[in-house]
Each structure stands twice: as C-alpha cells, then as structure tokens.
C-alpha cells in the first residue's frame, strides 16, 4: 500500500494509505517506527504533504512525522535527510488548526532532539510562520503544540540564538500566556526558564520589558505543580542574578505573596526552589529583607526544617546566613537572630540540631555570630552569645554521645 503512494493519483486512495499508515502506528503503546522507517514511510508521506492538495491527508502525513520523530531516536534525522524540515515549516502557517496542530508536534521534536536541528528548523524560515500558527484564537489543542515547538526552540543556551529571534519568541509566549491554558502555561513557563537562565542581562532585561516576568509570578498562583515547577525556576534564575534590579522587580510584582503557598505544596522541588529564591532575596538590601520581614517569610521557612531533604536544611541555613549579612539596621538584626535562636530552640530532635549547626557553620554563621559579639548594641551581643552557647551545648552532647 505504501508504494502505490508513490504511483496513484487517486486522493480518496492516498488519503486512504495514509490513514492506514497512522493507524498503524497509534494503535500500539509501542509503534514499530523502526519498520515504518524501513519501508519508505516518511519520503512517502513528506512526498503527500508536498502534492496533495487534501488538508485531511495533510493532517495524517504530519501525525505520522510526529509519531516517528518522537519514537524513534532515528527519526528525526530521517525527517531531515527527507527533506521535510522545509516542507513541515511551511505548513506550519496553514489554516487548518488539525494540521497545525500536528506540524508543530513533528518540529517540536525534532528541534527537540539536538542543537543542530533546532537551528535547521530556524534557518528554513519558522520565526515568519508563527504569526498566523500562534494566533490566541485557535483552538487550545493547537496552542498546546505550538507552545512545545516554542519551549524546544528556547531549550539550549538561548545566547546562541540571535537576540532578534529570541525577542520575536518572547512575544508569542507573552501572548499565549494570556488565554490561561494549562498545558500552555507549562509550556512556556518553561520556556521562560530556559530563556532566563542565560546570565546575560540582556535576556534578563527581556524578560521584565516584555511583561513576561509579571505574567510567570501570577503562573505562582496556579494549583498546578507542572506551571508553578517552572515559574518558580524562573523566579530562581532572575534572582540569582548578579543585577539587584531584577530581584527588585519580583518583589514589585508580588512573587513574595506568593511564597506561602508555595512552601506547603510538599513538592520537594518547589519547596527547595521556593528557599533559594527567598536565600537570594535575603542577600539583597536592607529594602528587601524588610519585605520578607513584613511578609513572615522566615518562620514559613522554617516550619521545612523537618522536611527529609538534606538539601532544604543547607538552604534554610542560606537564608538564615544571608539574612544576616549586611543587616546594618538593627531591627533587621534582631529579627534574623531572634528567628535563628527560636529555630534551634523550638527544634527537639538532637539530630536534626546537630545537622542544623554543622550546615550553619558550614555556611560561614557561627564566624559570623563570633563577629557580633563586638557589636555596639548590648542586645545583638547577648542574643549572639546565646545562640554560641546553645551550639556548644549542642556539640559537646554530641562528643559525650
């Protein structure tokens, strides 16, 4: 049936081929990709989608280019060899939502599957195909695709992309952040991560001027751990950064609202991500520690003190640490170390106390609470020094141990 593709004129009878083909391959868990390769299926269908003039036809052709460039490690490179990167990306624009749909699918994967690919998907002229494909009116089924197609174009360094194009992409996620479709928004909030995880402040720059770092932090909000996963990454990247002003610009957009909810998804990754995102703020002015002050974020942190994690433990010591540098105003001060002294205090397994004291130590506290025992205010040196006690006591019934 396959070669009669190549001989019949027929559209009934190449539509039929066709359809028989992908059926084929979608009614097993595990389609036989390999065999299809092997017997010329993909020149065939690159072949219908160049002649025919059938959108139903076209829609099972780019199904089963999906199909193959997703099962089989094989099958993108035979895509491309085919010729059918050019062919796929012009019908990317086509009116026909079913086909887009499917299109984007088969480049998704395929500019998924390396570098070298995703640039080929590029160079054959994608970028003027988006207009109509990431139109916010088609239906969801074809946004969802084409949210993919933009998440594997961003998944490498986005400094080897021209800026030009990453700007161009940055506005369709903008876009299509905007309809609220779930498997939209997964999408793009991991392109957005992907986007600002380059430490070039030009991307970082992007992101906020475009609106798509306001649109992330509302992602925070979503009762999915698929969208907040991302969006919290996202968060992570714009404040590790070394340029305070993107750190400022998440606290003006409200993501510290947001931290609560956050830390009792029990999803070890948000909440790990979550810490680090409020140790970075920690590190930041005295502006910015008084906003996790106003928000009580600290003894939100510190209720994951008996989360399993060993990692979460070494991070609570972060923000505990980084809260504490550069507090120059008092009030500042006496919050961090009257949060410090409650946690360990209000802490009754001795394990985890001695786990909690070797990550602090570890971090540079104890140096530094030594430190404040020559503080000017009577108040800061005695909490200082209670602290210190309360660490050798600890040590030392560990050595009787």
Known sequence: KISALGITADPAAIYDVVHHARQLLTAKSNPSVEAAIRVGLVEKTIQCLKESDSSKTHHEAAWILSIIAFNDPQGPKVIIDAGGIPVLVNYLSTEFPNVCEKVALALAFIAGDCIDYRNEVIDCGI?????DAADVNRPAYQ???IAKLINNLLSYPSSQLPLEIVKQLTVYIVELLHPEILMVES???QAAYY???NENPSYLQLAVSSGLLEKIVKLLARNDLNVQRPAIR???NVSSSDYSQFTQTLISYGAQEHFDRLLKTKDVYITLDTIKVISNIATGSINLKQVLIDFEILPMVFEQIRNPEIEILKEICWVIDNFIIGAAIEQVLKHSLSALLNLIEGTSDADLKLALCNDFDNVGGIIRLEIFLRNES???RIMAM????VFQDIYSQNQQQ
């Open 127 to 131: 970028m003027a195909k988006f207009s």
């Open 143 to 145: 946004l969802e695709s």
């Open 187 to 189: 999408n793009l909030a």
């Open 195 to 197: 986007l600002t995880r």
């Open 234 to 236: 996202v968060c992570q």
């Open 378 to 380: 009577d108040e800061i």
């Open 386 to 389: 209670a602290i210190l006690r």
